[in-house]
């Protein structure tokens, strides 16, 4: 399994930036997956998830109504766009996959990322 993510670079505040990561080895549409950022001196922190099959997302506090993830299955690419960038927005990006299963009626993400991209720098000035 590969994740590799592009589509970071310098951006005024305001500005946006639409991230890529681009899955080899494993199906986009059959698992979970998200985004995480750490800023030099802190924690990573989990930016925006979606769910395997149908999709529903969800978002940290701090990017609610900026920032919307979204899969091309047909890519096999998760995307990450960034609307109104802030400079507390600047951090290293990057992506992660949960393996998920079907119960037969619902998708389930397993608890723990499994996979991660090396990731891709956002610096908003």
């Known amino acids: 399994v590969q994740l590799v993510e592009s589509g970071g670079g310098s951006v005024q505040a305001g500005g946006s930036l639409r991230l890529s990561c681009t899955a080899s080895g494993l199906a986009t549409s059959n698992n979970c997956m998200g985004w995480f950022r750490q800023a030099p001196g802190k924690e990573r922190e989990g930016v925006a998830a979606i769910k395997a099959g149908g999709g529903s997302t969800v978002y940290a506090d701090s990017v609610k109504g900026r920032f919307t993830i979204s899969r091309d299955n047909a890519k096999n690419t998760l995307y990450l766009q960034m609307d109104s960038l802030k400079p507390e927005d600047t951090a290293m990006y990057y992506c992660?996959?949960?393996?998920?299963?079907?119960?037969?009626?619902?998708?389930?993400?397993?608890?723990?990322?499994?996979?991660w991209g090396q990731g891709t720098q956002v610096t908003v000035s």
């Open positions: 992660a996959v949960k393996e998920a299963y079907y119960s037969g009626r619902y998708w389930h993400c397993s608890p723990e990322y499994k996979y």
